[in-house]
């Protein structure tokens, strides 16, 4: 059976360069000088760094119903640039993903594609309408065997449809993620209320809108002795808030997305609304909060939230525009800057946040595992010392809203492995042949 001998490569970016062979969808060797076998591709590390495949609890793709702006093969492609190996295809499509159809079609399509496992997240409610839980069993028993159910883009509001969504999901032991927003405080809003916003006369999204509910959901999950997952954390108090419900014994975890990691509403003063978002970008300490508390292990991963708009829903007045980012091929590189840069996280703290925590939250068995021998190969290398100016034109997305636009940015993926097969290589993906 051909496999792949990647050469000299550094597991986790430690220690001295070994080479690995992959083959049956797993690494068999790790060692050095190994030979590689006959038909075996070769590829060359240089040192270059190691780590198991990201893993994304939080991406739109889009389809069905707007495939204009992305679809499961270009968002998948995305992915795999992005040195993902398995990503979580948010709810909020049109259909939305309520039922065991559309959940089984995005599986599907995924696997049909083949460069990053397509995992489908099912609607906490129908139509996302917040009025009745959806059949989050049947979609469970699916092909598609959805994990993770989420109303992303609208708040799971009613305390008590969430408490009984909570009670449901632990019996069926999948997780719920929570888009925070208490939609009381946030009618109208576009930005973060704060300095800024006035400043600029956008109207405000107040952090109590998101905490309020963070808090409140930590109670619930501790009532219903539940777990829940908060998605795209933006502020200091979340953090707080996390921080002090995990003290407590409480089943909760949280991602950050790298723009809240890097960005600030300063951004906002140009009135472009390629920085519009949900939650906003918020002020300079809260980003501070946000890269301690990931530092810290408070909160647990980094997700994208890459969520592709068309031109023409970005590029109009901020107050109308949709709210959302690109995310996925620029999201190593983002953690670089703002994490390892400074010294918060060592390339095993990249592991921890980009791949084995989000794999541990949803239950991944195969992804997020330990670079050993007889492990899955789902890998990524990554260049350590690269720098690439962001270009939207260059990315694989179909939409262009990137938020990166002329930035030089640190590191790169320059190869990615799914089960074996290598899936980008040197800003190409490598379709099945
Ligand atoms: N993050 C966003 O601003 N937009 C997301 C929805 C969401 O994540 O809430 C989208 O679907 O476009
Ligand atoms: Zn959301
Ligand atoms: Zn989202």
């Known amino acids: 059976m051909s496999g792949v001998l990647i050469r000299?490569?550094?597991?986790?970016?430690?220690?001295?360069?070994?080479?690995?062979?992959?083959?049956?969808?797993?690494?068999?060797?790790?060692?050095?000088?190994?030979?590689?076998?006959e038909h075996d591709e070769i590829i060359e590390a240089d040192g270059q760094?190691?780590?198991?495949?990201?893993?994304?609890?939080?991406?739109?793709?889009?389809?069905?119903?707007?495939?204009?702006?992305?679809?499961?093969?270009?968002g998948s492609a995305a992915a795999a640039l992005g040195g993902f190996t398995a990503v979580f295809a948010m709810a909020n499509t049109n259909p939305v993903a309520d039922s065991v159809v559309v959940t089984d079609h995005v599986w599907r399509r995924g696997q049909e594609?083949?460069?990053?496992?397509?995992?489908?997240?099912?609607?906490?409610?129908?139509?996302?309408?917040?009025?009745?839980?959806?059949?989050m069993g049947t979609m469970a028993a699916g092909v598609g065997a959805v994990r993770m159910f989420s109303d992303d883009g609208h708040c799971v509001d009613d305390p008590l449809l969430m408490r009984r969504a909570l009670e449901y999901a632990s019996s069926l032991g999948v997780l719920i993620a929570q888009h925070a927003e208490e939609p009381r405080?946030?009618?109208?809003?576009?930005?973060?209320?704060?300095?800024?916003?006035?400043?600029?006369?956008?109207?405000?999204?107040?952090?109590?809108?998101?905490?309020?509910?963070?808090?409140?959901?930590?109670?619930l999950a501790r009532d219903a002795n539940t777990r829940v997952h908060i998605c795209h954390?933006?502020?200091?108090?979340?953090?707080?808030?996390?921080?002090?419900?995990?003290?407590?014994?409480?089943?909760?975890?949280?991602?950050?997305?790298?723009?809240?990691?890097?960005?600030?509403?300063?951004?906002?003063?140009?009135?472009?609304?390629?920085?519009?978002v949900n939650p906003p970008l918020r002020e300079a300490t809260d980003v501070a909060a946000l890269r301690q508390g990931l530092a810290d292990g408070v909160i647990d991963c980094v997700a994208t939230d890459h969520a592709p708009h068309a031109e023409q829903d970005k590029c109009c007045e901020f107050a109308v525009a949709r709210p959302g980012m690109l995310g996925l091929e620029t999201a190593l590189s983002i953690v670089v800057e703002?994490?390892?840069?400074?010294?918060?996280?060592?390339?095993?703290?990249?592991?921890?946040?980009?791949?084995?925590?989000?794999?541990?939250?949803?239950?991944?068995?195969?992804?997020?595992?330990?670079?050993?021998?007889?492990?899955?190969?789902?890998?990524?290398?990554?260049?350590?010392?690269?720098?690439?100016?962001?270009?939207?034109?260059?990315?694989?997305?179909?939409?262009?809203?990137?938020?990166?636009?002329?930035?030089?940015?640190?590191?790169?993926?320059?190869?990615?492995?799914?089960?074996?097969?290598?899936?980008a290589q040197a800003g190409h993906v490598r379709k099945r042949d």
């Open 8 to 37: 000299n490569a550094r597991p986790y970016g430690e220690g001295d360069n070994v080479d690995l062979r992959l083959a049956d969808g797993e690494i068999v060797a790790i060692g050095t000088g190994l030979d590689a076998e």
């Open 49 to 74: 760094v190691l780590l198991p495949g990201f893993v994304d609890l939080h991406t739109h793709l889009r389809e069905p119903g707007r495939e204009d702006t992305e679809t499961i093969e270009s």
């Open 113 to 135: 594609v083949g460069l990053v496992d397509v995992h489908p997240v099912g609607a906490v409610t129908v139509g996302l309408a917040g009025k009745q839980l959806a059949e």
């Open 185 to 219: 405080l946030t009618v109208g809003a576009v930005a973060h209320e704060g300095p800024t916003a006035a400043k600029l006369g956008l109207a405000g999204w107040p952090r109590a809108a998101e905490e309020s509910i963070v808090a409140r959901d930590a109670l």
């Open 233 to 276: 954390a933006s502020t200091a108090g979340t953090v707080e808030l996390v921080k002090w419900a995990k003290g407590q014994g409480i089943s909760i975890t949280a991602e950050v997305t790298p723009h809240h990691l890097l960005l600030d509403d300063s951004r906002l003063e140009t009135y472009d609304a390629v920085n519009k």
């Open 338 to 423: 703002t994490m390892v840069a400074p010294g918060l996280l060592d390339w095993r703290g990249v592991a921890r946040v980009l791949s084995e925590r989000p794999a541990e939250i949803v239950g991944l068995p195969d992804q997020g595992r330990p670079i050993e021998i007889g492990e899955p190969a789902n890998l990524v290398l990554v260049d350590p010392n690269a720098s690439w100016t962001v270009t939207s034109k260059d990315l694989a997305s179909i939409s262009a809203n990137t938020p990166y636009e002329s930035m030089t940015l640190p590191a790169r993926v320059t190869a990615t492995f799914l089960r074996g097969r290598v899936t």
